[in-house]
């Protein structure tokens, strides 16, 4: 069983608009990561919405989706990472970590990911683009309590150095794992790569 936890908490202060409710193709930026994820075998699919939380949440009534809460979402990201584990199926064998604000993000990478963890069900999976590490990343079940027990000012970053011997890159063809969203001019390039492929 894996679950995967949409990131989409965050106050995107960057963009000036609410980045999950951007128009992305004739869906919304999260509709489009959600409609992706429900592509690919994933069994559990909970998003971690906190800021505006109402208006997101609306959005995904039709999806077949958990919503998970993060009152602290102004901290530092990894308490939306804390708030979708804790939330995740209690039976899960892996947890993916998906961004809200990857809308590029691309079925087949997921189920590369995904085929690796089946393959040898064990440690962290990391895409990874020319040697640099992408989202969506898959961990084992295993880490769960270590994960919740972080505390600031620890980040996952922390995490993935102490566990370093147990990742497992798994190269991918493709930057787009390795691109967000944070800007309106990120936006647009994002937007029309999306429309150029679509119409192609």
Sequence with gaps: MISALVLAAGLSSRMGALKPLLPFGDRTVIEQVISVLMTCSID?????LGHRHAEIRAALEKYPVRVALNTRYQEEMLTSIQQGWSEAHPATNAVMHVLGDQPQIEARVVRQV???FREDPNGIFVPSFNHRRGHPLLLASSYRAEILALAAPQT???FMRAHAA???HLPVETDSILRDMDTPAEYEREL???LNRVHH
Excluded: S
């Design 44 to 48: 559990d699919i909970v998003v971690v």
């Design 114 to 116: 995904l085929a690796a």
């Design 156 to 158: 996952m970053r922390d």
């Design 166 to 168: 147990e990742i497992r």
């Design 192 to 194: 029309a790569d999306y």
